[in-house]
Every structure is written in structure tokens, then in C-alpha cells.
């Protein structure tokens, strides 16, 4: 089915509704029949360029770092089911990776794209490496994957994030647009995720903190995220795996752990950022991605890309 364009953008202060756009896909032959619908935008020419955000958030997570991926690639940044606009997949049928995975990898077979590269972030990651486990990426860029935890850590990061979406769902609109429009105040709203939460807009830190409260797949990515592990090598695409040195939810450690189940892969300190890297240091996530592109395509950029 050819895409969609969708007047219902919801929490997306950055685009115009014109530029987001929505396909509905067949789900796995073990969950159908029936249909997934995800919504997206996509922009820039070039290789195709996958990007999937983390649990409770949205596309514009990659917001600042756009510009730059879209100058070489053709971007298609995904709301992933249950997550921003996009719907939960249908009941019975769960958030993880045997779903997941397969609903992406047909979303790329609907818009015409053939093995892109992926990046991701969190939940995002664990996702992009599934893509590339399964055949299905040309390169795959993880930051702070999900997946490498011990169980003490899964525990940690589980509590965090839900008590993060208990207080997004009790504080009232009003008193997080009051919030917003002060540095200490979005530092109370995002900082968990954030390093440097003043960099966020008052309009962005709104619409975060909207979409975590209306995710409708949180809680079941989360009873589903409890028994997940990522074991088992990626050999059919290069894998670079980044972590910020200040990350609070998935703790950078995790990133040794995770060489040791995908032993070629490159792993990158990003300095100063925290678990959504992109706004931390948007120049440096950049070129971390591109790089990692550019490896898989025989080459590799400058510094100063």
C-alpha cells in the first residue's frame, strides 16, 4: 500500500502536517492476519537512512540532528507503534522484537527502500539491531541500545522510566507549559534523559513529555522488555554502538557488555551526553551516524563532516 499523507500530526510542534505521513503494513503471519499503521516523516536524498527513537518519545527526538543526516540521505524518521502518532499494534500482538522488527522491515518494503542503514536510540537501538541481526540494514548505528543490561540494571532503568511516565501522566498541561518556558524548569521536566535539558525548546520539552504521557505501547514494551536480552552476533551489516558518558537510564558499562555478543563492532564515547544523545551534542551524534553510513558504503567522513 502506498503511503498516506496524515493531517494528524498530535505532539509535533516541528512539522508541518504535510511532511508527516503514514502506511499501514501486514503484521508477522504469526500475529495476522491484520495490520500495523506507522507514521513517519521523511526527508533529504541519498542511501536510505532509518531512524527509531527510545521508549515514550517521537520522531523529533531526532530533530537536531536532521539537518545534517538529511544532506546525505534520504531520512525516514519513524513514530514506532504505540510511540507519537503511530497506533499500538493490535491486541494480542506484543512490542518486541519478533513484531517490531518485521512491521519495519515491511515499512521499508512499502515506501520502496531496500536494506536501509538505521539508527537508533534505546528501545530504538535494540530494534535497529534486530534489523540488522535479521538481514534487514545496510549499517546499523545503536546509541545506548536496550538489550545489554544485567538484571539489577534492567530493574533500574525499568523504575526510572515508569516513575518518568507516572509523573508525566500526573502533572497537569498547564503546569508543563509553565515549566517549559524556564531552564531549571525543563530541567525538571527532561532531565533524565537529557545532559544538557536547557538546550531543549519549551516547545519540544512539551511535546516529549505529551507523548510520553499518550504513549499507548509503554506499558506493554515494558512487560515485554523484562525478559528481553540482545545475545548473538550482527554480521550482516557493520555495527557502531555510542553511549553517552553521562547516561542516567542505561549505564555506559553496558556498552563493553555489548561488544562482547557483536565483537567487530566500533564503540564510541559521546561525551557529555546523556541517553538521548541527539540533543546533547547534535554535531557529534552526526557524524557518529554518517560515519557509520559511510563505513558500510567503503568509505569515511572527515572530521569536519
Known amino acids: 500500500m502506498p503511503p498516506v499523507e496524515s493531517a494528524a500530526t ?14 499501514a503494513v501486514p503484521l508477522p503471519a504469526r500475529y495476522g492476519p491484520g495490520e500495523a499503521v506507522v507514521r513517519y516523516r521523511r526527508l533529504g536524498t541519498g542511501t536510505p537512512l532509518l531512524l527509531l527513537h527510545g521508549i ?48 519495519l522491515g515491511e515499512l521499508c518494503a512499502a515506501l520502496g527502500v531496500e536494506r536501509p542503514h538505521v539508527a537508533g536510540n534505546s528501545l530504538g537501538g535494540l530494534l535497529a539491531l534486530g534489523l540488522g541481526r535479521a538481514g534487514l540494514a545496510r549499517s546499523v548505528t545503536a546509541l545506548s541500545p536496550a538489550g545489554f ?49 536547557g538546550l531543549r525548546s519549551p516547545a519540544a520539552a512539551v511535546a516529549e513529555t505529551r507523548a510520553l504521557r499518550l504513549a499507548t505501547g509503554f506499558e506493554e514494551t515494558l512487560a515485554v522488555g523484562r525478559t528481553i536480552r540482545f545475545t548473538g552476533d550482527v554480521t ?27 565483537p567487530a563492532a566500533r564503540l564510541v564515547r559521546l561525551p557529555g551526553c546523556g541517553h538521548v544523545p541527539m540533543s546533547d551534542d547534535p554535531g557529534l551524534v552526526a557524524r557518529v551516524v554518517l560515519d557509520g553510513c559511510a563505513r558500510a558504503e567503503g568509505g569515511r567522513l572527515s572530521r569536519s563532516a
Open 10 to 23: 498530535g505532539p509535533t510542534p516541528a512539522a508541518d502536517p504535510a511532511e508527516v505521513a503514514e502506511v
Open 56 to 103: 515514550g518519545h517521537h520522531w523529533q527526538a531526532w530533530d537536531p540532528v536532521l539537518p545534517a543526516l538529511a544532506e546525505r540521505h534520504d531520512v525516514i524518521a519513524v513514530d514506532l507503534p504505540g510511540f507519537g502518532t503511530s497506533p499500538a499494534l493490535p491486541s494480542g500482538v506484543p512490542h518486541g522484537l519478533d513484531a517490531v522488527v518485521p512491521v
Open 149 to 197: 543490561w544485567t538484571e539489577a540494571e534492567r530493574r533500574y532503568a525499568f523504575g526510572v522510566l515508569a516513575g518518568m511516565r507516572l509523573g508525566a501522566r500526573l502533572l497537569p498541561e498547564p503546569a508543563v507549559e509553565r515549566l517549559s518556558r524556564s531552564t531549571v524548569g525543563r530541567t525538571l521536566l527532561v532531565s533524565t534523559v537529557y545532559a544538557r535539558p
Open 236 to 262: 550482516a551489516a557493520p555495527v557502531t554502538i555510542a553511549w553517552g558518558t553521562r547516561d542516567r537510564i542505561l549505564l555506559r558499562r553496558q556498552g563493553v557488555r555489548a561488544l562482547r555478543e557483536i
